[in-house]
């Protein structure tokens, strides 16, 4: 039998149908169903998947078997107990980043994993079963660039849009502060902070940051932040500063992505799938296996087979709690 899947919630839909397309192409993997309480999300499902289940209960898929893993993309605001229910039905979890509107309700969460023997974690942690995370960490720990100084991030975007094909800023949970905690910087900046402490394989220890509204002075949420933030490696090595800008300030066709590592001897930055390092005068290119943002075949056979994961619900924690530093600066 194929490992189970169920998305509970089409609200964060960037993810959530990133994670229905893999599915349901996946040889070991299985969409099983899709849960919404809203009538174009599961039409939506309907249409694109016509052999799978869409309902509006969340139970109907929490109960079922044939589901072992349970995705959560609906907003921050009900992921916590949506997270509680799967667990309790005996399901591993993946869950929407920001997983909780507070740490004590992520805390909550993670008690009933643990009490349920569970996986939990959200999905910014993903990144680091692909053989592209993976590959940048071997980099960077055999000394690639020497000694690391330093990782930047800028990720400019605009708005998000409540769904395809709807204008970016239209009403939605990712706008609204009584459903997310946190607005543009945290959006992506959360992805930034799990990799760097696992590529690094440290803990943030300091934050500061700049959090504004700079074009969208009408939002409830920042549009605007950026912040330096330091990483202690747990080796005891020399702290790695990280510079973060993200925004969603970008006009259409004015974003841009760029990531950058410095060390001592060198720089390493993506092109493509590829990490291209420039160090002692040469460039050299490092190709590792292309794989999906979201490696569900490989999360399946780690829980199949009870393999070590490199992602937890401490990460989970570890990565909203830096986020939330920052926020705390203010």
């Known amino acids: 039998m194929r490992f189970g899947v169920a998305v509970l919630g089409l609200d964060h839909w960037?993810?959530?149908?990133?994670?229905?397309?893999?599915?349901?192409?996946?040889?070991?993997?299985?969409l099983i169903g899709v849960s919404?309480?809203?009538?174009?999300?599961?039409?939506?499902?309907?249409?694109?998947?016509?052999?799978?289940?869409v309902t509006d209960d969340p139970a109907?898929?929490?109960?079922?078997?044939?589901?072992?893993?349970?995705?959560?993309?609906?907003?921050?605001?009900?992921?916590p107990a949506l997270a509680k229910h799967a667990l309790?039905?005996?399901?591993?979890?993946?869950?929407?980043?920001?997983a909780a509107r507070s740490l004590p309700e992520l805390d909550t969460v993670i008690a009933e994993a643990e009490a349920a023997g569970k996986f939990y974690g959200s999905f910014e942690g993903m990144q680091r079963l692909t053989p592209r995370v993976q590959k940048l960490r071997e980099l960077i720990h055999t000394g690639a660039i020497g000694t690391p100084l330093s990782y930047h991030q800028i990720g400019h975007g605009g708005l998000p849009s409540p769904w395809p094909g709807q204008p970016g800023g239209s009403p939605s949970w990712w706008i609204d502060a009584t459903q997310a905690p946190t607005g543009a910087w945290a959006d992506h900046a959360i992805y930034a902070?799990?990799?760097?402490?696992?590529?690094?394989?440290?803990?943030?220890?300091w934050s500061a940051g700049l959090i504004e509204k700079r074009v969208h002075t009408e939002l409830a949420l920042e549009?605007?932040?950026?912040?330096?933030?330091?990483?202690?490696?747990?080796?005891?090595?020399?702290?790695?500063?990280?510079?973060?800008?993200?925004?969603?300030?970008?006009?259409?066709?004015?974003?841009?992505?760029?990531?950058?590592?410095?060390?001592?001897?060198?720089?390493?930055?993506?092109?493509?799938?590829?990490?291209?390092?420039?160090?002692?005068?040469e460039e050299t290119h490092h190709t590792p296996t292309p794989s999906p943002?979201?490696?569900?075949?490989?999360?399946?056979?780690?829980?199949?087979?009870?393999?070590?994961?490199?992602?937890?619900?401490?990460?989970a924690r570890a990565n909203l709690a830096a986020c939330f530093s920052v926020y705390s600066t203010q």
Not at 37 to 45: D, K, L, S
Not at 88 to 98: D, E, L, M, S, Y
């Open 88 to 98: 309790r039905a005996g399901k591993h979890v993946v869950a929407v980043k920001p």
């Open 293 to 315: 943002f979201f490696p569900l075949d490989i999360l399946a056979d780690a829980l199949t087979t009870n393999a070590p994961i490199p992602w937890s619900a401490a990460d």
């Open 60 to 79: 109907t898929l929490c109960n079922r078997d044939d589901v072992h893993l349970v995705a959560i993309c609906a907003p921050t605001a009900a992921a």
């Open 36 to 53: 919404s309480p809203e009538p174009t999300h599961q039409g939506w499902a309907r249409d694109k998947y016509p052999e799978i289940i």
């Open 223 to 281: 549009d605007y932040g950026i912040a330096l933030l330091k990483l202690q490696p747990n080796t005891g090595g020399s702290p790695v500063s990280l510079m973060l800008e993200d925004t969603w300030a970008a006009a259409p066709g004015g974003g841009a992505h760029r990531v950058l590592f410095i060390g001592t001897h060198g720089t390493i930055r993506p092109e493509g799938n590829d990490w291209v390092v420039s160090a002692n005068g």
């Open 193 to 205: 902070i799990d990799l760097a402490r696992f590529v690094f394989g440290g803990e943030i220890v």
């Open 14 to 30: 960037y993810t959530a149908h990133g994670v229905c397309d893999i599915a349901s192409k996946s040889e070991t993997v299985a």
